[in-house]
């Protein structure tokens, strides 16, 4: 199976692509097929899901999904057999769509691990528990359990650590997202068919008393760490696969990704699917985790490169269901909103220039372990601003007058930078948390906050935020996603289409 939907380039032309946005998705909301080789025409078909996706965009929420769409409306930006087309986001072509809210049983704005058990399990509860009820006295079956026991093959996939909160909801059960040894040991228990993604941050030393890889391995399943060999795991085996990991056992942003031979996500579920696919049926839940991550330091860049990694899996999982409309379904959501995005900003009114954002070639991450490599060298403010004119564009007017900067921004700019290179300010002072959340690099925040502003986006958080997130379905069992309910109401939806229970 070879999914042909290519990137090419990013952030251009973002000003047209918003508008034709809007034109793509009315196109593609018709239930017939425009013979592009995008997706066949829904399935009406009442039989049980046989073949089941689950997406769980961490932190997305429709003004995600909008910044989404105007990147991939980009003329430039995908190539379909060797001709230019407009492409709206491969979630954009299933044709029902509903809203859930998420709040969490002892908190209106909820966290990764209480979402992601309703998500898992059809239950609500309390913050930071891992499919387990509040009073942590019982475990909660999750649809993945479901799904084993009823022979189907089970796979779990996330660009963040495979011990991390949304993955670990699906095979494990804790009092604490923050037991990762505990979490991490019990994939082998599971019995699951296939883990894929991030390594186990479990496995860091000082995590545990035991080695994760070893146990693995006595329990039969192959650990890879690199495309090629992943693609030599027989079908039918049980694997293990990671890519290049950062310091929390992630992978890293696909903004910095891109142009390395690391395993994408759109891989990790392509390869996923080869080895889960046998005649009793398979369960996938796929996690795009670090668009939480990007949202939470508002680097809307960072966030938009792994809504597209996200979307590229979404796009595998389609040509899937090409091939067996009556029997699959898939299911894409969001776990909670994060950061606050707002396409507007107030200082533009009702302009947006998204083109500004072309110009970022780097995550927040990567830049600041950049900017803390300048401290004690005797960097300048001035040489700093020549930095961020490189990877951010920004006082650079050649590239467009846009980018210039105020006495204001510049101001600010060189406070921050003080602040990063001095460490001189306090995160419990209101003002300085406020500026730079709760740890992120004063320097490199400024400067994401900057260009983000410039293009008419601005972020009311550093953290979680309790709107609704949109749910997207196709296929068998597919009608049933319409409306407004509740997040625990998507996971008995899919247990009732896959009857998992």
Known sequence: MQNTRKRRSFFQSLVFGLMMSMLVVSISGCDDDDDDGVVNAPSSTDKTAKYIFFFIGDGMASPQVNMTEAALADPNFRLVNGAVTLGAM??????????????????YITGSAAAATALATGKKTSIGTISKNVAHTEDLKTMAEMAKEKGMKVGIVSSVSIDHATPACFYSHADS??????????????????????YAKGNFPGKGAGDVEIQMQNAGYEIVDNLGALKGVQSGQKCWAYTEYDGSGALFYEIDRMGTDHISLAEFTEEGIRLLDNPNGFFMMIEGGKVD??????????????????????????????????????????????????????????????????????????????????????????????????????????????????????????????????????????????????????????????????????WTSYYHTGVPVPVYAIGAGGNSFSGSYDNTDVAKKIIEAGELN
Not at 90 to 107: I, S
Not at 179 to 193: C, H, K, L, P, V
């Open 90 to 107: 491969n979630l954009q072509h299933f044709p029902t769509a509903g809203m859930a809210t998420t709040h969490a049983e002892d908190r």
């Open 177 to 198: 997202r923050n037991e990762y040894y505990n979490i991490a040991s019990q994939m082998d228990d599971s019995g699951f068919d296939y883990f894929g993604g991030g």
């Open 293 to 458: 991550w990007a949202c939470h330091a508002n680097d809307v860049v960072s966030a938009t490169h792994d809504m597209v990694a996200f979307d590229d899996a979404i796009g595998i999982a389609l040509d899937f269901y090409n091939q067996h409309p009556d029997e699959t379904l898939i299911v894409v959501t969001g776990d909670h909103e994060c950061g606050g995005l707002s396409l507007g900003y107030a200082s533009t009114g009702y302009d947006t220039a998204f083109s500004l954002l072309k110009y970022q070639d780097i995550s927040y991450q990567e830049y600041t372990e950049i900017v803390g490599s300048w401290k004690g060298t005797g960097k300048t403010f001035a040489a700093a601003l020549e930095d961020v004119k490189e990877h951010f564009g920004l006082g650079d007017d050649t590239l467009d007058p846009a980018l210039a900067l105020s006495d204001y921004e510049r101001d600010q700019l060189e406070e921050a930078f003080n602040d990063s290179m001095n460490g001189g300010f306090d995160r419990n002072d209101e003002e300085v948390f406020l500026k730079y959340g709760p740890y992120y690099d004063p320097f490199t925040v400024t400067v994401t906050h900057i260009l983000n502003q410039k293009a008419g986006i601005s």
